[in-house]
């Protein structure tokens, strides 16, 4: 069978990636549930019981910038990136369950942030994510994917960003066993990542 024929578009996947994404980052939102109160309720009760909704938010923010970061870089590979196989297609369908699995894992850092268990899954989950990132564009760099258009120096520095990215996640988990409350701090670099490499390449 001729190889080119098993090649696919990519429009039809990057759909299925927006829609899986749009979901995800809106089911984030239902680890902010409206406190239910016994009534009277007093605006005291009502401001605690907010208050204790913090550390939801906070998981929330975090797990929202570090979707759109992957949606976005996912943005960025299917620009350069030309025509995909079966392989391809399957290495982005596992990784979107993955992301799918966020409003879990970001829910069960938000009610148990104080445990080490808890950061430790989320950590995982954005450990999964990375690494299948980083298979997404090894293997289509080296399956010749890549447009024309991309010269070698902008692919190995994609290359070595996702790199950075598994590193990074690798040190959130390290952190989750030593300071979980603090292990996702880790992930505020992601948004200098690029920057740096940039800059040492």
């Known amino acids: 069978m001729n190889q080119n024929s098993q090649l696919m578009d990519t ?16 089911l984030l939102v239902l680890s902010l549930a409206v406190p239910q109160l016994t009534p009277p309720v007093t605006d005291a009760a009502l401001r605690n019981a907010l208050i204790g909704l913090i550390p939801n938010l906070i998981s929330m923010v975090v797990s929202f910038l570090l979707l759109s970061i992957f949606w976005k870089i996912h943005h960025k590979f299917f620009k350069q990136i030309e025509y995909i196989n079966g392989t391809l297609l399957w ?11 966020v ?23 954005m450990l999964g994510i990375s690494l299948l990132l980083f298979l997404n564009w090894h293997y289509a760099s080296t399956h010749n994917f890549i447009s024309d258009d991309v010269d070698q120096k902008e692919i190995k520095i994609t290359w070595r960003i996702n790199v950075a990215f598994v590193l990074m996640v690798i040190g959130a988990i390290m952190l989750s066993f030593v300071v979980p409350s603090y292990a996702s701090f880790i992930y505020l670099l992601a948004f200098l990542l690029e920057y740096i490499v940039r800059k040492v390449s």
């Open 91 to 101: 290495i982005n369908v596992i990784w979107l369950l993955f992301i799918v699995l």
């Open 11 to 26: 429009k039809r996947l990057e759909t299925l990636v927006d829609g899986i994404f749009a979901i995800a980052m809106t």
């Open 103 to 125: 409003p879990f894992s970001e829910t069960l850092t938000g009610n148990y942030g104080d445990t080490m268990t808890s950061h430790f899954v989320f950590n995982l989950n």
